[in-house]
């Protein structure tokens, strides 16, 4: 994807401000730096950022450890620090395919969070560090599933995950969609 370390500058740069800006719109800057440098635009990546970034706000700080109680945090707002502080753990203590298959089955029936991007912006870093695994990558995906944490909200008539089936398995059953790279 990137030999040059772009990426995770502008991952870095991003990490410092938060994943919403003006009261509720979304940050599109991790998503937008990813497909730029997969795109091959690594080079304007910077430039934009200068002018992307000075519209954003910083990241917010956490009230309280995210515990047992992710169940009632779940969905709050006000809890957005203490969600991204607490990915940030996890992907830094466990292997981040550990941390995604835990979490993907808990967020899923909230993927109407925050307008769909916390699904997005997970889907963008999971696609990043299948490319490379590193520092600045892995915090993008605990960023991504922080925000999705704290901006879950429920789609109508979704129940959450039941059964044995485990996670992959469940996904091997899905149809897969038809090639739409014509």
């Known amino acids: 994807m990137d030999d040059s370390g772009t990426l995770e500058e502008a991952f870095e740069r991003l990490h410092r401000t938060g994943p919403e800006f003006d009261g509720w719109l979304s940050n599109h800057g991790p998503m937008a730096v990813e497909s730029m440098v997969r795109r091959g635009h690594a080079r ?7 002018a992307y970034t000075a519209r954003l706000e910083e990241a917010p700080g956490g009230t309280r450890a995210i515990g047992d109680d992710w169940r009632e ?3 709050d707002p006000r ?10 753990r996890e992907t830094k203590e466990r292997p981040w395919r550990a941390v995604l298959e835990e979490w993907w089955p808990r967020l899923l029936p909230g993927i109407a969070a925050g307008a769909t991007h916390g699904v997005i912006r997970t889907g963008h870093a999971v696609h990043a560090l299948l490319e ?4 600045p990558r892995l915090a993008e995906l605990g960023q991504a599933l922080g925000y999705w944490a704290a901006r879950w909200q429920p789609v109508a008539g ?3 995950p039941s059964g044995t089936e485990t996670p992959s398995g ?3 059953g899905v149809p897969r969609v038809a090639d739409q790279s014509r």
């Open 79 to 88: 809890r957005l620090g203490d969600w991204l502080r607490f990915f940030e």
């Open 132 to 135: 490379l695994e590193d520092g």
């Open 170 to 172: 469940a996904l091997a």
């Open 158 to 160: 979704a129940a959450p």
């Open 73 to 75: 945090a779940l969905g």
């Open 44 to 50: 304007e990546v910077h430039r934009w950022l200068d």
